[in-house]
């Protein structure tokens, strides 16, 4: 299951993206060592899935992204799909399809002109929805299954893609506390194991400082912090971007936990 | 935790079992509907010499069926050719149905949208009314210019939904084929109204029959089938890719423009290539890879091989009853196809619900 080719760094120097006639990217300059774990937050619309899509090469933007050592060109097709799996904000749930076909589609860019999924693919799509609890949903179509039930298959199928490089867009929206806590920590897990390299997008201040080792704050297009958790995650700088009363702690190990306040009247 | 039975009936030991004996299923359905349809007709043979007769022709088999001289004529020159004329209609209907449906993500689209059916009916309005065949001699040119009309049509509306080099999407497609059918549609009703003495030819060609002259259409119709199927096989990986939608097919390594315009070209060529030689044969394309999807799920490596079997097995029982309700007169087997794959189709539908 291992990936030979080492852990991968990513960057985007100068990236900047306009959509509908707006910048909803403004210049971003961001290095991801091999190996790290990035987590970018911000508040909606500050253009966390647009950075991630140029990532997949699915948004149009000016600059360079590059995945892999420096001086490497932008991978494209098959390549980039070998080098780079990514887990949508909003997936598109085909109808019908079972949740074995669903994660099997995570070995196509290994398979050549093929038309049956050699005993390989079936083993290692197999061992990942085994990973993630979801053996007995093997034969449920994906669109029967709950939100949460679901966001865990699409994850399975960017495991199953066995890429260096893991690309999480939020997907954590529908997972209950304890869902949640599992799959970070499998991606966890995994990231030791196979020397992935993983950049997300979380919503959820209260995780994302025990898990990432670098975050980024970006909002309104800008890359506005960056650093460690205990850096990035401070009262001052939620309180900024996000408009709330944080509290935030940090454990012996460097870990952070923030604790939301609500807003009362004086 | 996960019981026994559970891990039995999952993953994908389970699935490919399901996909084999389905399979074979459609093998046999393929094999059965053949011989029933070559001991059927006026001249009654028996099943068990016509098996015999069928099974002596297979490399390494020396089968004595005692048939008479005649009695293998008629096999081999009459019904033979029609069996696997309907044969490889039907697969291609139904194949091409299933690649244009998973295409579109639309379940409704038909072998026949992006103008083939149009184009089809005008390029046979326009052999029928100029009699081709006197000019042509021998050969029949009805499927010829029948062909080139489906292509041309098919050509126009994937041409007019480009635009700077941009592929357009589903939609434009659809919309552009929808707007080139009518075209075609208007110019084959103006030929057909300055010819009326033609109508009834034409109305017989657009109900769609399967009728032979000996092996030339099976001829005509071999090579793109050949292509065509050899397609549809090498299809599967990108449809199922693209079940997903274009931005994440492309994450996966696919490029779904260009995927999607390849598939559309294969299928495209078969369906054009079945409408030729067998007229408007409705409700195959539909009906078979619809039933197959709901039996085995929606992944393409199940359907597009079922869809191609089923198919053939369908269309040739099609033809059966065409020939023998009101023998010797023959119904057009376009009816045939509605009669019995609609009920079929609500019985698999109605037990789909139930379960
Ligand atoms: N196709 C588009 N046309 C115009 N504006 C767009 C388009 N796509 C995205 N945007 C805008 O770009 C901005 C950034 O969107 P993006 O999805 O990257 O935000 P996000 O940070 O992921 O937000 P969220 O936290 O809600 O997921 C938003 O203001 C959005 O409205
Ligand atoms: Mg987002």
Known sequence: MSNTAGAISVAWSGVSVDLGGRTVLDSINLEVAAGSWTTIVGPNGAGKSTLLRTLAGTVAHSGTVRVGPANTSEPSGRNRARLLAMVPQHPVIPTGMQVFDYALLGRSPHQGLRFSASTKDRRSTEAVLDRLNLTPFSNRAVDSLSGGERQRVVVARALVQETPVLVLDEPMSFLDLRHQLEVLELVAELRAERDLTVIGSLHDLSVVGQFADRIAILDAGRLVADGHPAETLTSKLIARHWGVDAR???DSEGAVTVTVRRRRPA | MTSK???????????????IRWLLAGVG?????????????????PLGQVARELLDHLPL?????????????????????????????????AGSGAAYQGVFRNPLADPYLLGIAAGAGLGATIAIVAELRDVLGLVDPVPLVAFAGALVAVAAAGTLSVRRGQIGSPTTLILAGVAVANFFTAIQTFVQQQNSETLQQIFAWILGRLSTAGWTEVQLLIPYAAVSVVGLVLAIGPLDV???GDEEASTLGLRPRAARRAVLV????????????????????????????????????????????????????????????????ELPIG?????IGAPFFLVILRRQVGS
């Open chain 2, 335 to 339: 009816v045939i196809t509605a009669f």
């Open chain 2, 266 to 329: 294969v299928a495209s060529l078969g369906a054009a290539a079945a409408v030729a030689v067998s007229g408007l044969i409705g409700f195959v394309g539909l009906v078979v890879p619809h039933a197959v999807r709901l039996v085995v799920g929606t992944s393409h490596r199940r359907v597009i091989p079922l869809s191609l079997l089923f198919g053939a097995a369908f269309l040739t029982l099609a033809d059966v009853v065409s020939r023998t309700v009101q023998a010797p007169a």
């Open chain 2, 29 to 45: 359905a393929v094999l059965i509907s053949a011989a029933v349809s070559v001991a059927s007709g006026p001249v009654s043979i």
């Open chain 1, 248 to 250: 935030t702690e940090v």
């Open chain 2, 242 to 244: 693209l079940a997903v």
């Open chain 2, 61 to 93: 088999l020396e089968v004595d069926s005692s048939l008479s001289a005649a009695d293998r004529a008629i096999i081999w020159d009459l019904r033979a050719p029609r069996v696997v004329l309907g044969l490889l209609v039907g697969a291609l209907l």
């Open chain 2, 5 to 19: 039975v559970d891990r039995l009936n999952s993953g994908g030991g389970g699935q490919s079992l399901l996909g």
